[in-house]
Structures are given as structure tokens and as C-alpha cells.
């Protein structure tokens, strides 16, 4: 059963960080490349950051380059988001996904920028 948990949300002041994580099982990890994206409240979801398998080339959403940092750890199936110097705007529930083949979403990881 493929299965997606994501986890490491939290309220974080601006300016603050945050790491979020999302294990994957039930496919081999592998050979897919990871997505994170969230849902603000009231807006549709978008994509924040990719992650290529074969060749590691990671990509991301203009309003988060250079803050952002997508990263996967094949050994233990899971992939992270390193969110530096958090701002309001970023408050939304983060998921994570694969590709190709997007498969059912997880519960996400509430993140709050706020002071």
C-alpha cells in the first residue's frame, strides 16, 4: 500500500525555519522523483519544490528560490523541505508527492508563520 507521511510542521515566527519530512512507502523510492506542494487557505494547491531521482536536479517555485531546500534521503524513503526565513506567506499545509505517477495525497503538515 503506498502511503505518504508527511510531518515537521509548526508554528514558526518570520524570519524562523522549519524542516519538514515525508516518508514514503509502498513503491520503490527510488526510482521516482519527490514534489512538495501546499495549500494555502483559501487557494488551490501549488507545487514548491521538485526533486529528479535519476540525476538529483532539484527545481522550485520562484517565490521560494533561494529560501527553500529540497532534499531525499533514498536510504530511508523519505524526502525534506528546509524552509528559511519563514515568512506570513508561507503559511499553507505542505504535502509531499511523486512523479511521475502522483498517487493519494497525504494528510500534510500544517505550517504557520506568525508572531
Known amino acids: 500500500q503506498v502511503q505518504l507521511v508527511e510531518s515537521g510542521g509548526g508554528l514558526v515566527q518570520p524570519g524562523g525555519s522549519l524542516r519538514l519530512s515525508c516518508a514514503a512507502s509502498?513503491?520503490?523510492?527510488?526510482?521516482?522523483?519527490m514534489r512538495w506542494y501546499r495549500q494555502a487557505p483559501g487557494k488551490e494547491r501549488e507545487l514548491v519544490a521538485a526533486a529528479r531521482s535519476l540525476n538529483g536536479i532539484t527545481s522550485y517555485a520562484d517565490y521560494v528560490k533561494g529560501r527553500f531546500t529540497i532534499s531525499s534521503d533514498n536510504a530511508e524513503n523519505t524526502v525534506f523541505l528546509r524552509m528559511n526565513n519563514q515568512q506570513p506567506v508561507n503559511t499553507a499545509v505542505y504535502y509531499c508527492?511523486?512523479?511521475?505517477?502522483?498517487?493519494?495525497w497525504g494528510q500534510g503538515t500544517k505550517v504557520t508563520v506568525s508572531s
Open positions: 509502498g513503491f520503490t523510492f527510488s526510482n521516482y522523483g
Open positions: 508527492n511523486r512523479f511521475p505517477g502522483r498517487v493519494n
